[in-house]
């Protein structure tokens, strides 16, 4: 039988870890990646390649499969695991013909009226000057106007690093959740040291002032809920991270299946616009 938990809701005692050991456990090099997921998630996974541009980027892997029967569509970030997979991957950083394969499958996935699925493990968007050059920005800001608007359920979930617009290009979801031990923020520990600070040294300093932990995000209304891991961290068990994974995506679903579009559109929409503190200046 499955185990089931309240999403928004840690396992166990309250966790007190400081930021920066969430950062930790959340670049760990044994964490289960997108294909580890994937294969765990979906059955008869059919990978999509191209962006109908200009190439295929490995950095997001993009296909059709089944989740427990349920037709899906799902758009993940996979940064690799060793040396080669890595260079191979572009350590997970998206170029521009990534960010437009993915809103080429989004588009079939509105076509044939499949929810969408997105994993999102990345320390940000490549910032190379190939990448400027073919529109990395313009890539990025056509993904969030296009999937504020898909007709379809979409549900993206931090798996590892949340790293800036790269992550949030897939991130414009119906609902966002977040593993237990990832992180998600406008940028960098330790760029935003760099920055702030002169000092890339004080990141440990950086995290805790960005609030970028799950717990943090879910109390700003910014992630919809936290998906609990195994004892000690994701890495120690990939099979329960999983299934925890599916749970909670199965879970939404059968919420978001019986919205209409037009409802589902609405809903993203409301989600977003209702974010941050706004002050009216009388007088």
Same mark, same amino acid.
């Given at each position: 039988?499955?185990?089931?938990?309240?999403?928004?809701? /840690?396992?166990?005692?309250?966790?007190?870890?400081?930021?920066?050991?969430?950062?930790? @456990?959340?670049?760990?090099?044994?964490?289960?990646?997108?294909?580890?997921?994937? /294969?765990?998630?979906?059955?008869?996974?059919?990978?999509?390649?191209?962006?109908?541009?200009?190439?295929?980027?490995?950095?997001?892997?993009?296909?059709?499969?089944? $989740?427990?029967?349920?037709?899906?569509?799902?758009?993940?970030?996979?940064?690799?695991?060793?040396?080669?997979?890595?260079?191979?991957?572009?350590? +997970?950083?998206?170029?521009?013909?990534?960010?437009?394969?993915?809103?080429?499958?989004?588009? $079939?996935?509105?076509?044939?009226?499949?929810?969408?699925?997105?994993?999102?493990?990345? #320390?940000?968007?490549?910032? +190379?000057?190939?990448?400027?050059?073919? +529109?990395?920005? /313009?890539?990025?800001?056509?993904?969030?106007?296009?999937?504020?608007?898909?007709?379809?359920?979409?549900?993206?979930?931090?798996?590892?690093?949340?790293?800036?617009? +790269?992550? *949030?290009?897939?991130?414009?979801?119906?609902?966002?959740?977040?593993?237990?031990?990832?992180?998600?923020?406008?940028?960098?520990? /330790?760029?935003?040291?760099?920055?702030?600070?002169?000092?890339?040294?004080?990141?440990?300093?950086?995290?805790?002032?960005?609030? @970028?932990?799950?717990?943090?995000? $879910?109390?700003?209304? @910014?992630?919809?809920?936290?998906? #609990?891991?195994?004892?000690?961290?994701?890495?120690?068990?990939?099979?329960?991270?999983?299934?925890?994974?599916?749970?909670?995506?199965?879970?939404? @679903?059968?919420? *978001?299946?019986?919205?209409? #579009?037009?409802?589902?559109?609405?809903?993203?929409?409301?989600?977003?616009?209702?974010?941050?503190?706004?002050?009216?200046?009388?007088?």
């Amino acid at each position: 039988m499955e185990e089931d938990f309240p999403l928004g809701l /840690e396992v166990g005692p309250p966790r007190k870890d400081p930021a920066w050991e969430r950062v930790q @456990l959340a670049r760990h090099a044994k964490r289960p990646h997108a294909v580890d997921h994937i /294969e765990r998630l979906f059955t008869d996974f059919s990978e999509i390649h191209g962006d109908r541009f200009f190439g295929d980027d490995p950095a997001i892997i993009c296909g059709m499969g089944f $989740l427990d029967g349920q037709p899906v569509m799902a758009i993940c970030q996979e940064k690799g695991r060793d040396t080669k997979q890595k260079v191979h991957r572009n350590f +997970g950083m998206p170029k521009p013909e990534g960010y437009r394969k993915a809103m080429r499958v989004m588009h $079939l996935a509105a076509k044939f009226k499949r929810p969408i699925i997105c994993l999102l493990d990345t #320390p940000g968007a490549y910032p +190379g000057l190939d990448a400027e050059e073919r +529109g990395q920005a /313009e890539a990025i800001a056509v993904n969030l106007r296009e999937m504020a608007r898909l007709p379809v359920p979409v549900i993206s979930v931090i798996i590892g690093e949340g790293g800036s617009g +790269g992550a *949030l290009a897939l991130g414009v979801a119906n609902r966002v959740f977040m593993l237990e031990n990832t992180v998600y923020s406008v940028i960098s520990p /330790e760029s935003c040291a760099a920055i702030i600070w002169r000092d890339a040294g004080k990141a440990e300093l950086a995290a805790a002032a960005l609030r @970028l932990t799950a717990p943090d995000l $879910l109390e700003l209304g @910014l992630i919809d809920g936290i998906i #609990p891991e195994p004892p000690g961290g994701a890495h120690n068990d990939y099979d329960l991270t999983s299934r925890y994974l599916r749970d909670a995506i199965k879970r939404s @679903l059968a919420e *978001l299946n019986a919205m209409t #579009p037009s409802q589902l559109i609405d809903q993203r929409y409301e989600r977003f616009r209702k974010m941050g503190n706004f002050f009216e200046e009388i007088g």
